[in-house]
Every structure is written in structure tokens, then in C-alpha cells.
């Protein structure tokens, strides 16, 4: 079974700390992804990477930046936090190549920003 | 680019009753489509996906759902429900030949009574 661990489930921050989120995934993807999921927003892409050291902007990328060192991890960075910011940030990955590759998702870091 | 609509945000069902979850998306290049499941403090899992073929798509959980081109739908159902299908549920689209970046609807919330 393909598993994707995120480092927290819940986590609470105060407004302007520098906020790290961890995803691994143990399948030897080349693809991750993170998006933020809001109430009546559906998920929304950050940023993804298609290959180590590689990254590209999602469609909500301000105020986020990403790391991606090894293949199976991929770091989600938040410079300065902020209360705009509070939501449930969820980590994907998937194979390369065909776009009908299914995504497998982490449970999940539910983020506070105070 | 691509859109997703799911015009309800909650559907109520009884148990055993059937169920449509509906799913309208906009592209103006062929695109794959998925739904995802995630259930209460999980990530998503995938329920499904239409890459070619049979426009009739069976996922698991005894879900099925169909791929119409002229109406731009693909629409999710269920004969009968249970109440463990309490769940929201994504509709998602990505153009093929990408890199599987999906696009989410904003969800419907799936709630199974007795």
C-alpha cells in the first residue's frame, strides 16, 4: 500500500513564526503535491514538484515556499505565518508521466495560526 | 483552464435510499476525471476515474459514476447508501498529457442518516 505521513496532524502557531510541514511518501514517486483545503473552497494546489530539487507554483503560492532535497520528502515552508493561513494543508504524490495517475494523499496537518 | 462544479455543498439521504452526487466541469482540451472520498479527519482516497473507454466508470464501495462528453458531467451515484458513506466527496478534472495537477470541485458533504 502506497502511504504518505505528514509530520503533524494538528499543529498551532503564533502570527509571524516560520512554519515547516513535512511530507514523506515510501512508493518512490516522482511527483508531490501540497494543497490547502478550506470550507467551501474544495483543495487548492500551493506548489508541486515533478522531480527532486524541481518545483512549480500551484495556483496559491503567495506566502509559501517549498523544499524537496530527496525524492521522498517534500517540505512545505511558511516564511512568516499568518492568520490567513489557518487551514487543513494536505501533501499528495503520484508516478510520473500519465495524467491519470492516481494522486495518494496524507491524512492531513490541520494548521492555527494565532 | 479547467473548472469543476459541484452545485450542492450537502446532500441528505436516508439509509438504503440511492444517491446522485453531481459534477459539471469546464475545459476546453480533453481532460481525465476522478472523484476522491475523504472521511471525517482522513486525507482523500480515490473512489474512481474515467481515463478512455466505457463512459460507465465503477469505483469501489459499490459507487459508479458516468462520463458524459456533450454534457460536460460526471455525474457520482449510489444505489444504496450506507451510513459509512457519511463523507464529503471531490469531483476533480486534469488535462491529459499533463502532469496530473488536478483541479477540485469544492466538495458536497454526504450525509447518511437512519
Known amino acids: 500500500d502506497v502511504k504518505v505521513t505528514q509530520s503533524s496532524r494538528y499543529l498551532v502557531k503564533r502570527t509571524g513564526e516560520k512554519v515547516f510541514l513535512e511530507c514523506v511518501q515510501d512508493?518512490?514517486?516522482?511527483?508531490m503535491f501540497w494543497y490547502r483545503q478550506d470550507p467551501g473552497l474544495g483543495l487548492r494546489l500551493i506548489y508541486f514538484s515533478y522531480d527532486v530539487k524541481m518545483k512549480e507554483k500551484g495556483d496559491i503560492p503567495e506566502g509559501y515556499s517549498v523544499s524537496r532535497e530527496k525524492k521522498e520528502r517534500f517540505s512545505l515552508i511558511l516564511e512568516s505565518a499568518s492568520t490567513n493561513q489557518t487551514s487543513m494543508y494536505l501533501c499528495?504524490?503520484?508516478?510520473?508521466?500519465?495524467?491519470?495517475?492516481?494522486?495518494?494523499f496524507g491524512p492531513g496537518t490541520r494548521l492555527t495560526v494565532l | 483552464a479547467q473548472s469543476v462544479t459541484q452545485l450542492d455543498s450537502q446532500v441528505p439521504v436516508f439509509e438504503e435510499a440511492p444517491v446522485e452526487l453531481r459534477c459539471n466541469y469546464s475545459?476546453?482540451?480533453?481532460?481525465?476525471l476522478f472523484w476522491y472520498v475523504q472521511y471525517p479527519n482522513q486525507g482523500l482516497q480515490l473512489l474512481l476515474k474515467y481515463l478512455s473507454g466505457s463512459t460507465l466508470v465503477k469505483g469501489i464501495n459499490g459507487f459508479e459514476a458516468e462520463f458524459n462528453k456533450s454534457q460536460t458531467s460526471f455525474h457520482l451515484r449510489k444505489p444504496s447508501v450506507h451510513i459509512s458513506d457519511t463523507a464529503e466527496y471531490f469531483c476533480a478534472v486534469t488535462p491529459t498529457g499533463t502532469a496530473s495537477k488536478l483541479t477540485f470541485g469544492t466538495g458536497t458533504r454526504l450525509q447518511v442518516t437512519l
Open positions: 475545459s476546453s482540451v480533453s481532460v481525465y
Open positions: 499528495a504524490s503520484s508516478n510520473e508521466g500519465l495524467a491519470g495517475n492516481t494522486q495518494y
Open positions: 512508493m518512490d514517486h516522482e511527483n
